[in-house]
């Protein structure tokens, strides 16, 4: 098969790889549509440890069930293999399982390839109604759906008499800003500094978006979706009083919080790692019952072209929340 794999920083090859072969319990997907996550980004630009090259990235997948009894089920991917049998795992706190795994990360080859293989259980069923681009958003609107969720259970009072603040117009910060409209918000803004991404997502019907310069001066919620130090910072001083803070970004692990004002004034801080097993099941369900909205926002590229997709949002040309690649076999 072909695959785009990661051979070192800012270089990827288009070229073949071996054909994963399915195990019990498991199902050989071909992959019809695959995102190119924020976390796909930091590997590419050599800033992940976690992923070494040579390595398959990709982790937001949809796709059709080849062989076997599933033969035929279009399904988008839960990335993310736990045991279901530790403490956190029977708790329902599946993201929290010690010995996850999330293909794109050793030992598991990622999705940006013509197949992969993944456990039965890890698989929702798409309608025919819903185009498999579209699926794949599955896996980043969970992560923002799960931040909503962790976040909104913190505060004083329903989401929908917050001032609620998303920092960045990427995937996840677009799909914190659907899932608090989703989850009841109504004031709702997103912080995106390009002007071009801006635009685009000044068409996407609910929220409200801003430069940074033109930021609310505070916010009950703020969602972080970059994690980079002046973002942390940002959302440090945005949250009002007894205010929470849902980090989901992971752009660098420099410091940031402004520890002391968030100590004086209550301020909660909660870490916000991929979802859990139902959180990612609600998630594509809402997609599926519209609550997300047209999801139109994305724009797709062959995925032998991934090496200059990676480029172009690297450089800041790229006004779509999400590039979604597309094997050739459906290209």
Not at 17 to 25: H, I
Not at 125 to 151: Q, R
Not at 204 to 224: C, H, K, Q, R, S
Request: aromatic fraction near 4%.
């Amino acid at each position: 098969m072909k695959a785009l794999i990661y051979t070192g920083p800012e270089a990827m090859d288009y070229t073949d790889a071996p054909m994963p072969t399915a195990g019990k319990g498991e199902r050989l997907i071909r992959v019809d549509a695959v995102g190119i996550c924020g976390s796909d980004m930091h590997a590419y630009l050599g800033h992940d440890e976690r992923r070494p090259a040579p390595l398959i990235l990709g982790h937001e997948a949809a796709g059709v069930v080849v062989g076997g009894v599933d033969d035929g089920r279009r399904v988008t991917v839960n990335p993310l293999v736990t045991c279901g049998e530790c403490r956190d795992c029977r708790s329902g706190r599946t993201n929290l399982c010690a010995k996850r795994q999330i293909i794109s990360m050793p030992p598991r080859e990622g999705a940006f390839a013509e197949y992969i293989v993944m456990p039965e259980g890890n698989l929702v069923t798409v309608p025919d109604d819903i185009p498999l681009p579209k699926a794949a958003l599955a896996e980043p609107l969970a992560c923002a759906w799960h931040g909503v969720k962790m976040g909104a259970r913190a505060l004083h009072g329903p989401l929908s008499d917050q001032v609620c603040v998303v920092i960045g117009g990427g995937a996840i910060g677009v799909g914190a800003a659907l899932s608090l409209i989703a989850q009841g918000a109504t004031d709702v803004t997103v912080i995106e500094p390009n002007a071009t991404r801006r635009a685009t997502l000044q068409t996407i019907a609910g929220f409200t978006t801003v430069a940074p310069e033109n930021a609310p001066d505070a916010a009950d919620l703020v969602i972080d979706a970059v994690g980079y130090e002046a973002t942390r910072e940002q959302a440090s001083t945005l949250a009002r009083p007894g205010g929470v803070i849902a980090h989901i970004g992971l752009g660098s692990s420099a410091p940031g919080l402004n520890i002391r004002r968030m100590t004086l004034q209550e301020i909660t801080f909660i870490g916000i790692y991929t979802y859990t097993a139902q959180d990612f099941r609600d998630t594509a369900q809402a997609i599926f019952d519209g609550r997300f909205g047209s999801l139109d926002w994305i724009e797709t590229r062959p995925l032998s072209n991934g090496q200059k997709a990676f480029a172009d949002i690297r450089a800041g040309l790229t006004a779509a929340p999400k590039t979604v690649l597309i094997p050739a076999h459906q290209e």
